[in-house]
């Protein structure tokens, strides 16, 4: 099959400098440079399409001004516990309970093959909790633990960031 060249095309704000080789789709991947400097490799169908028009930095320029302008964000700006990320760490994640949990609490699951409670907690990418416990109030004590150790370090180091 023959590719479509794309070298020096624009897209956006992003300019094809050459092709990378192939993607496991089978897509053709291409060397783009961005207005900013940055330099990705993206799919040429989504360059071609209009879904991939910078390396990021037009989501975030928008982000940025969507904070400013909406009147929603503005309001909870100063609220840290509606935060939905502080410092890579999902703070929804840990206090709300997903659609899938049956325990009742969020991170606390029953394992039938090992026959015990499992308790996990997840920060940064990383578990600082993921213990079985043979009873539900043992496993539900120690999530809860683990939460407010944890996340009084995230607040604390949001913070000393934002002061």
């Given amino acids: 099959m023959k590719r479509i060249d794309l070298t020096n095309q624009r897209f956006g704000r992003l300019t094809v400098t050459g092709f990378a080789g ?3 789709n089978g897509n053709a991947l291409w060397n783009c440079r961005c207005d900013c ?12 399409k209009g879904n991939t028009k910078s390396c ?14 909406d009147v929603r964000l503005i309001a909870n700006s100063g609220n840290v516990r509606n935060l939905q990320q502080i410092n890579g ?13 049956t325990s009742g609490i969020p991170g606390v699951c029953y394992d039938k093959q090992s026959k015990r409670w499992v308790a996990r907690l997840m920060i940064r990418g990383k578990y600082v909790l993921n213990r079985g416990f043979l009873t539900f109030e043992e496993a539900a004590t120690a999530r809860e633990n683990a939460v407010e150790e944890n996340l009084s370090q995230v607040l604390d ?7």
């Fill in 157 to 163: 180091r949001h913070v000393k960031v934002v002061q």
């Fill in 37 to 48: 400097g940055e330099e990705i490799v993206a799919d040429g169908y989504l360059l071609r």
């Fill in 56 to 69: 990021g930095c037009l989501r975030r320029q928008r982000g940025r001004e969507a904070m400013k302008s």
């Fill in 22 to 24: 192939k993607g496991k």
């Fill in 89 to 101: 760490t999902s703070v929804v994640s840990i206090m709300k309970r997903r659609k899938t949990n």
